[in-house]
């Protein structure tokens, strides 16, 4: 029933395999190690790959990965537990070479192999078959003593074990109840007095008493116009509320100063539009020519290791101490003695306290819940079985294995080099689109000026696509950006080539349709690249989202760039799966196409709470292309992983 089962170091030799009805064993196995172990995605034990479904478990100590494979539709609940004797059983007799790091192909693990897999079964198919006995026969049954008699219901008459539907209880019967003491001893008519229906209920002293100061604080207004001098009213003209008059509201007397029909129309492409243009952003001209500059954050105290893992030492002391009152030396000591521990083999039981510990530290900095469970479990299975060295701590070690962990998501898996992109499609004489997708109000529109200023100051040419046919002054935001890049770089510092273009239908229109021209006139204008901004829609709105992806697959962008706050925790894992969920199932494509980067807006409101960066890489297997720290053109940065990681694992 299994299809794989393969014995292979983390180096890449393979020390034994079993190949079932799998027809091809690599292809599995490379998709786990690349989508898993190097992606240090170790939290779950389980990977599917087309219609395997591949289990794997890590040795530490020797740097060994056990995987078994079987079909997906089928399950086998001895799996866990057969990859488990394995392991143990291969420790056991190959320890000697493992010891010496004596790495070469094994032949004689069949037989013990194939042992151990018809036990498991074995255990499983009775394990299955326990408690289960033959069907019982009608004459061994209950129903089999029952006669036809005993079944007939007769007036009058109650069934065995069953009360009758409607029982009259009789007056000492209920006397019974009444005085029946409850669980303080007293009985429960002791208290109780009988009360006349007809008899009239007078009310008692303190109940007159509350209606008289009520009465008499009503006549006297006690409590009414707070802030009055006199219990008299003010005039009418003086209680009312003056109207607010706003100014071009709209009337008939505003007509002739909000009528521009006559007045000269704005050409927000001619480029000649320098008077917009202020000092300040003269000066942007010129600073982002080339790849972009690296976030960092210098700005913020970088704690160090030691620091940290001092502090995280002498948190879990307290709590382990539960209040005792301990003396300052006590923590060095206790540090100094943690580090010399030897050949020890870390367990689950070692490194639970301090990956409890970092899991609240990367929730407080705004990681996803589930994702911050996720990288806690990855980093236990990568350390368990580890062997510690002389002078290495158990929170040093978990702290270093996490921050490796986090190297390794932010780090891109591929290579992702814009300018470059831009320059092979100019050469093959088509333009390179980009599309950009997201939540409202996450600043789709600021990032693609930015994107666009970034572009221009590198000497492309920019078609920007008004998709967004949604929201009212979605055109209107756009046009006024094209016109302020239009006058920071006229055509006629360009050789007279327009920069930049707006490609617009207004409202209402089909954003697909809209794309797909745009593309087409930038490649008819020799555009370099089309950026399309779509509407902003929840990843709950159904409607939408077919439309993105119908958009989406109608044209086939270079690049879909999914826009994101900073700012959000939790909700980043919900809209990218969302996102790309929507992609995938509107898609008629074997390989459908799914957000391919990152762009993460408005941080620079979230100090070292940089979260979500780890939780969005996370979910997507994508990277970050930019990042956004600010309101103007030139705020747009690369992202630099160290410097994320530092934020993150800073106290």
């Known amino acids: 029933m299994l299809d794989l089962f393969t014995i292979f170091s983390k180096g890449g030799i393979v020390l034994w395999y079993f190949q079932g009805t799998c027809g091809e064993i690599i292809a599995p196995v490379n998709a786990l190690i690349k989508s898993v172990v190097l992606q240090e995605r170790g939290g779950g034990n389980a990977f599917t790959h087309q219609s395997l479904t591949l289990k794997y478990k890590l040795d530490n100590e020797f740097e060994l990965v056990f995987v078994v494979g079987y079909q997906k539709v089928l399950q086998l609940s001895y799996v866990d537990?057969?990859?488990?004797?394995?392991?143990?059983?291969?420790r056991e007799k190959y320890k000697n070479q493992l010891e010496q790091n004596i790495l070469c192909r094994i032949t004689d693990f069949e037989d013990d192999f194939t042992n151990l897999l018809k036990k498991a079964e074995s255990s499983h198919v009775s394990h299955k078959t326990m408690g289960i006995g033959s069907m019982k026969s009608f004459g061994e049954s209950e129903k089999s003593k029952k006669s036809v008699s005993s079944m007939i219901e007769r007036p009058g008459e109650q069934r065995k074990g069953k009360p009758s539907k409607k029982e009259v209880k009789s007056p000492d019967k209920l006397k019974e109840e009444v005085m029946k003491p409850d669980w303080n001893g007293k009985e429960k008519g002791d208290d109780e007095k009988p009360v006349d229906d007809n008899k009239e209920v007078f009310p008692d002293d303190e109940e007159i008493r509350r209606n008289i100061e009520k009465m008499t604080r009503k006549k006297s207004g006690i409590g009414k116009g707070k802030g009055k001098t006199g219990g008299g009213q003010q005039p009418l003209n003086e209680r009312r509320k003056a109207p607010r008059v706003w100014e071009l509201n709209g009337s008939s007397r505003d007509a002739p100063q909000l009528d521009f029909s006559d007045a000269k129309p704005i050409n927000h492409?001619?480029?000649?539009?320098?008077?917009?243009t202020t000092p300040e952003s003269r000066t942007w001209v010129g600073r982002m020519h080339g790849d972009l500059q690296d976030i960092t954050s210098s700005d913020d105290p970088v704690?160090?290791?030691?620091?940290?893992?001092?502090?995280?030492?002498?948190?879990?002391?307290n709590r382990e101490s539960n209040g005792t009152n301990n003396k300052p030396g006590r923590f060095s000591m206790i540090s100094m003695l943690k580090g010399l521990v030897g050949q020890k083999k870390l367990k689950s039981a070692d490194v639970g306290p301090v990956l409890d510990k970092l899991r609240d530290h990367l929730i407080g900095k705004n990681v996803a819940s589930d994702i911050a469970d996720k990288l806690c479990g990855s980093v236990a299975t990568k350390l368990e079985g580890k062997v510690l060295g002389t002078f290495s701590g158990v929170t040093s070690t978990v702290r270093g294995s996490l921050e490796e962990s986090l190297l390794q998501i932010l780090s891109p898996r591929r290579r992702v080099d814009i300018l470059r992109d831009v320059l092979e499609s100019r050469r093959q004489g088509k333009p390179f689109s980009i599309?950009?997708?997201?939540?409202?109000?996450?600043?789709?529109?600021?990032?693609?000026?930015?994107?666009a200023f970034w572009l221009i100051e590198n000497n492309f040419r920019i078609l920007i696509a008004a998709c967004d046919t949604f929201r009212a002054g979605a055109v209107e935001q756009l046009r006024t950006h094209v016109r302020h890049l239009n006058a920071l770089h006229p055509a006629s510092a360009h050789q007279g080539?327009?920069?930049?273009?707006?490609?617009?239908?207004?409202?209402?229109?089909?954003a697909a349709g809209i794309a797909m021209e745009a593309i087409r006139f930038a490649g008819e204008q020799r555009m370099d690249v089309c950026l399309i901004d779509t509407a902003g829609r929840m990843q709950d709105n159904e409607p939408l989202m077919r439309a993105l992806s119908k958009l989406i697959k109608v044209n086939e962008p270079n690049m879909v760039l999914f826009v994101g706050e900073a700012l959000v925790g939790n909700e980043a894992v919900d809209q990218l799966v969302k996102f790309n969920q929507a992609l995938a199932?509107?898609?008629?494509?074997?390989?459908?196409?799914?957000i391919d980067g990152i762009v993460l807006t408005k941080f620079d409101t979230i100090d070292d709470k940089v979260g979500a960066a780890i939780s969005m890489t996370y979910t997507t297997g994508q990277p970050i292309v930019f990042v956004g720290t600010g309101q103007t053109y030139t705020d747009l940065r690369n992202?630099?992983?160290?410097?994320?990681?530092?934020?993150?694992m800073k106290a």
């Open 81 to 90: 537990k057969f990859i488990s004797d394995v392991h143990l059983f291969f």
């Open 269 to 276: 492409t001619d480029g000649d539009d320098g008077d917009i």
């Open 497 to 510: 080539k327009l920069m930049v273009q707006l490609y617009e239908k207004g409202y209402g229109k089909d």
């Open 303 to 317: 704690v160090s290791d030691d620091e940290s893992d001092t502090e995280l030492e002498e948190k879990t002391d």
């Open 435 to 451: 599309a950009f997708c997201g939540v409202n109000g996450v600043g789709k529109s600021t990032n693609l000026a930015k994107i």
């Open 639 to 648: 992202l630099n992983v160290k410097s994320v990681v530092n934020s993150l």
């Open 585 to 594: 199932d509107n898609s008629t494509s074997a390989d459908p196409r799914l």
